[in-house]
């Protein structure tokens, strides 16, 4: 550089450090302002505000039981909420095993998955023992709402130890009876206090022209192909079977060899060859269960969840505007003893596949979504819907808007996917209307006085894991052929012994060897 360029630069750079100077003299108030700077060319020494944090994309796949897909009314307002842009994949609830297997064989699955229940995440246990899932526990300390999930609900979810998913809680004992009031009261029929009396309703809801038209066109009962969630294991637990498993000589053995499971499928043949009940309720889906209920065609819809009463009450009396629902559970053994079948505190669990997810950081901002679903304002949205819209809130509770379709097609959806409980997300309770429901909260807590939990929900073995769901369909294929008169008592038992021969005793094994640790 020559000595007249050298005096050029040394004259450009104190001219530019005295305008610097004179410009922070006259702006000694507004240092701190983001926006100093002016066209007069004004230098502001304070850092700008930081960027807005990028929404997180996720991907959610999850059954649907609606027959329509919801718009994204509440999804526009959760990912305002949270940050996010979600993108939901919903499948038929009917369905949704075949493309959860579909889904998870092509590696397909996206960042977050729902499964549809126990029986879905055992099926799935074997793959998260080969470390195709992300283990969350040791996260969840670092998110507090999510820290506050219950547990014991959290042990009844882990494998091998380890945690692996988050769940959807529901209460203990939800099932029972909804059934046609108004069809009892002219018949004369009260609540049945025991299966006898709950045979005779099955039998007079059949042969006594309860709805009035001069036909035989009804049913007692109206079942569906499901022997845990239907009417099968709910009855079953009235006539005292264990819940999967129970004691017998001081060993755990599964409920299928104890003589009540017997009596209970003795009670569905008799009623099915009866006409008491729909003759193919072992090909009958759920959606065509209701349908058949709500139709008018059947007067006792048994399993699944008492505070259904709701939509099944809106489908009903849009046919039947003077028809009346209430709930029933208190059902007696021929021993006189009340008894209900508890869930382990969840319906439903989600996982998080290491295809989909491809690091922990990733896995961390999915994580945080979910905490901020464990929030009330987020859970109240997803759960409830927008309030003044789908809900109001009456007395500290949300009462749901008389618009239930609207409540249906755009909540429902979403609904059935929140995390936790309200005791652990803080959302309303309900604040319930229908006698029916109302009753249908109060037997809830009456069915966990008298709940029976299963003893293996927290234990393992590796050969129910690899093989329970496969050797579940031999007793699943024996039980509905004994109530179809198929094969006799002699026959039943050779399917247990096929049960065990291929597995199953090693299965009892595996159990009791926990158990009397």
């Not at 039998?203 to 969630?229: C, H, M, S, W």
Request: aromatic letters at 10%; proline letters at 6%; hydrophobic letters at 35%.
């Amino acid at each position: 550089m020559n000595k007249k360029s050298f005096t050029l630069l040394l004259s450009a750079l104190l001219t530019f450090s005295m305008l610097t100077a004179c410009s922070g003299n006259n702006n000694k108030n507004n240092e701190a302002s983001p926006s100093n700077a002016g066209p007069s060319g004004g230098t502001d020494t304070a850092t700008k505000a930081p960027e807005p944090e990028k929404p997180t994309e996720i991907k959610i796949m999850l059954p649907l039981n609606t027959s329509e897909t919801p718009p994204d009314t509440i999804k526009t307002e959760v990912e305002k909420l949270t940050n996010t842009k979600l993108t939901y994949q919903f499948y038929p609830a009917d369905t949704y095993e075949e493309k959860l297997n579909s889904s998870f064989a092509t590696g397909s699955l996206p960042q977050v998955t729902y499964l549809k229940n126990q029986t879905t995440f055992l099926q799935m246990k074997e793959s998260i023992k080969d470390g195709q899932f992300w283990e969350i526990g040791p996260l969840l300390s670092e998110f507090p709402n999510l820290n506050k999930l219950k547990p014991e609900i959290l042990n009844n979810t882990k494998v091998d130890g380890k945690l692996y998913t988050l769940y959807i809680g529901r209460p203990l004992a939800r099932q029972g009876i909804i059934y046609r009031k108004d069809w009892a009261d002219k018949l004369g029929l009260k609540p049945p206090a025991n299966v006898d009396e709950l045979f005779a309703m099955a039998k007079a809801f059949t042969e006594q022209d309860p709805d009035g038209n001069g036909n035989k066109d009804t049913v007692g009962i109206v079942d569906r192909n499901e022997l845990v969630y239907g009417a099968f294991k709910t009855v079953s637990s009235w006539f005292g079977t264990p819940n999967n498993w129970g004691e017998k000589d001081g060993q755990l053995e599964p409920e299928f060899t104890f003589p009540q499971y017997f009596d209970t499928m003795d009670f569905f043949k008799k009623a099915r060859d009866a006409g008491y009940m729909n003759q193919d309720f072992a090909a009958t889906s759920k959606t065509d269960a209701v349908k058949m209920f709500v139709s008018g065609k059947a007067g006792m819809y048994i399993g699944g969840s008492m505070q259904d009463i709701d939509t099944l009450n809106k489908d009903l009396i849009k046919n039947f505007p003077d028809a009346v629902l209430d709930t029933h559970s208190m059902v007696a053994g021929p021993d006189g003893k009340f008894a209900q079948w508890m869930i382990p505190g969840y319906n439903n669990v989600v996982l998080f596949p290491k295809s989909a997810v491809k690091d922990e950081a990733e896995l961390k901002k999915i994580l945080a979504f979910y905490d901020k679903m464990m929030t009330p304002e987020v859970a109240n949205l997803m759960y409830w819907g927008i309030e003044g819209t789908h809900y109001t809130v009456v007395d500290g509770r949300a009462k749901p808007a008389d618009d239930k379709e609207l409540i249906e097609r755009e909540v429902k959806g979403y609904k059935d996917s929140v995390i936790g409980e309200a005791e652990t997300n803080g959302m309303y309770q309900s604040l319930n209307v229908l006698p029916g429901r109302i009753h249908a909260e109060e037997l809830l807590l009456e069915n966990v006085k008298v709940g029976v939990a299963d003893p293996t929900a927290a234990l393992d073995s590796p050969t129910y894991t690899s093989k329970g769901v496969e050797l579940q369909q031999i007793i699943t294929d024996a039980t509905y052929k004994y109530m179809y008169g198929q094969i006799d008592k002699a026959g039943f038992e050779k399917e247990v012994q096929a049960w065990k021969d291929r597995g199953g005793q090693k299965i009892i094994e595996e159990y009791n060897a926990v158990y009397k640790k």
